[in-house]
């Protein structure tokens, strides 16, 4: 009979619940600048990366485990990542086309990103140390004890006699402290009934004499107090120490009922008042909570305004009347409560999130939100999950959208937006189909759809149509004190930009004041020169704006292209820009937008301009009109056709130009 050892027991479990799993699910995306991998299971324990020659190892415990890798390369190029594949081992090998390092980072537990950057790790880092030799240590059960300990007494006392312990050779400070507090305690519990003096009992004088310190104390167990120590359960109190709302305060499932609304509407509403036209609390209550199991934030905070009652409970549903209605209320009665085993979870992270997503509790926020009805679930589902996806928390966020799916074929408007804004944070393309259907629908989310439409067309610098900018013009009028205000205004700068109108969309600064590093972009990226000229040449005292490296660089090209060595060596080097730029900042060559032709840099015969000869600075100015005009020589057919406005735009923007010209070679005659 063959014997088997418990640690090869539980070897053969482990290695059996491996071999079950689901493979581990591997997600990639493509983000300016670095190539991120996403490994998630529920499954991982712990993990370790390490160097191999190729690139790096990703282990992961338990080990044994297989990878989802048909869709890696799906939406991500190969310009870093090169290769992705599982080892025999059951490592995960990542294969760098670049002098490249990954920086891993575990943003909760079971979901890995590795972000691969360009360019050397930091000295030092421990993922870039090799992966020790992977071997398989038997799980050895831990031996118990032959015979336990006897129970610790604390009413036992030191039995020695005084005569034996050493005198002290003075009393310090701190035990007449000790002594004082062992007074004060001993009076409290004899207060309170727990401990009682008793004088020394007398003995016989063939006993030995008593020497017991604790003699004439004595523990009385009659009145029955207990030692313990007041525990709370730390799901049950928020992050202020409170207690967390129950689940049945905030259970607006239970609010309706299966009849059609206008008569749960007739019941509700009937009977607020009393005799005398006194407001009946029951009553009304349970017509708020009516009001917002629909939804009806508005008229729920009117009932809550017009009467005058005690409840417990007003403040709460005055704060969930705000959060249907697309407010936020930071520190409010919900707020610090996000870390609730309840549904105050939920709502807590709609009135007023934390700023980080150690602080939600996931599981009670989707607990909750999946309890909600259907319409409830339509309406504050798009929101949630966009904070969680500014808390960093895309499982999570992806977990509401899949609720929202629930007992419906077709997805709603709020569920592709979700959709929408999760392929965009992952680098994934668009369902541009969706958002078009969605933008042709009444409603706000028309609005959100067209604004997330012109946030892809600004990534790959595509044009909107005339009627978009119409109307996000419109929409963000219409938007005035909502919360789609800001995120339409940064539309319709991006899409003023995208359309050549950079005068507009630079003096639509208050919009949204977060969106000049983009239109800056557009700027050095599409935009036309005469553009260029009048906002990227920048006067002795203007500020040069806080940009980017990339678009900074990439202004400086335009304008060297274009002979402005002086503006052009700000953009590179900022304000201390000196006349030995040229030597620092290597010569490029730059291709000419809609063709193949390669025009190699205007030649700089000394440091700026003002070390030429004047007929050298004239004829190169002169020339970058020119220059511009053949860069935009070769045109589509479609672009063929131009009417009367935009021959007329055109001719201003040539005068525009020429006036530009004359100023910048003003001061060299």
Known sequence: ?????????????????????????????????????????????????????????????????????????????????????????????????????????????????????????????????????????????????????????WRTVDRRPFEAAPAPPLEQPFVAAMRQSLVEQLSRGSAAGAVDFVEKTPVAASAAPATDPGANVRILPEPGYGISVLQHDPAKLTATGAECPADERMDVASWLDGRPVAEQMSAALSGLTGEFDQPRPEAIAAAVRFYLGLGFGAEARLLLETFTFESADRETWETMARVLDGERQPGGPLSSMASCDTAAALWSVLADPPTSSRAVNAPAVLRAFSSLPRHLRQTLGPRLAETLMNLGDLANAEGIRQIMMRGSTDPSAGVTLTEARLMMVTGEPLPLADLERVKAEPGSMSGEALALLIERKAAYGEAPTADDVLQLAA?????????????LGRAYRLALALSGDFDQAFARHDLAPEADEDVWRLLAAFGPDSSLLEHAVLADSDPRPPLPQATRQALADRLRSLGLEASADRWW?????????????????????????????????????????????????????????????????????????????????????????????????
């Open 475 to 487: 929409m963000h009028h219409e938007a005035r004190g909502t919360r789609l205000e800001a995120r």
């Open 1 to 153: 009979m063959t014997r088997i050892g418990m640690g090869s027991v539980l070897t053969l479990l482990a290695a059996s619940a491996v071999a079950n799993a689901e493979p581990v699910v591997v997600r990639t995306g493509e983000h300016p600048g670095f190539t991120r991998l996403v490994v998630e299971d529920a499954g991982i324990r712990a993990w370790t990366l390490g160097r191999t020659a190729e690139g790096y190892a990703l282990r992961l415990s338990p080990g044994g485990r297989t990878f989802a890798l048909s869709n890696a390369f799906r939406v991500i190029t190969r310009q870093r990542l090169g290769s992705l594949e599982p080892a025999p081992n059951g490592d995960l090998r990542i294969g760098l086309s670049c002098a490249c390092h990954i920086t891993p980072t575990e943003i909760r537990p079971g979901v890995i990103v590795l972000d691969i950057h360009d360019g050397a790790a930091l000295a030092g880092a421990a993922h870039e140390k090799p992966l020790p030799q992977p071997g398989v240590a038997e799980i050895r059960p831990r031996a118990r004890p032959v015979s336990s300990p006897p129970p610790y007494d």
């Open 573 to 669: 080097r900022g304000d201390d820009a000196t006349k030995d730029s040229a030597a620092i900042m290597p010569p490029l060559h730059f291709i000419t937008q809609g063709t193949d032709e390669v025009i190699p840099p205007v030649p700089a015969a000394g440091a700026s301009g003002a070390d030429r000869p004047e007929d050298e600075v004239r004829a190169t100015a002169d020339d970058a009109p020119q220059a511009a005009s053949a860069s935009q020589a070769v045109v589509t057919p479609e672009k063929a056709a131009v009417s009367l406005h935009h021959g007329r735009n055109a001719l201003e923007e040539s005068v525009r130009t020429r006036q530009k010209i004359e100023d910048l070679l003003r001061p060299l005659r």
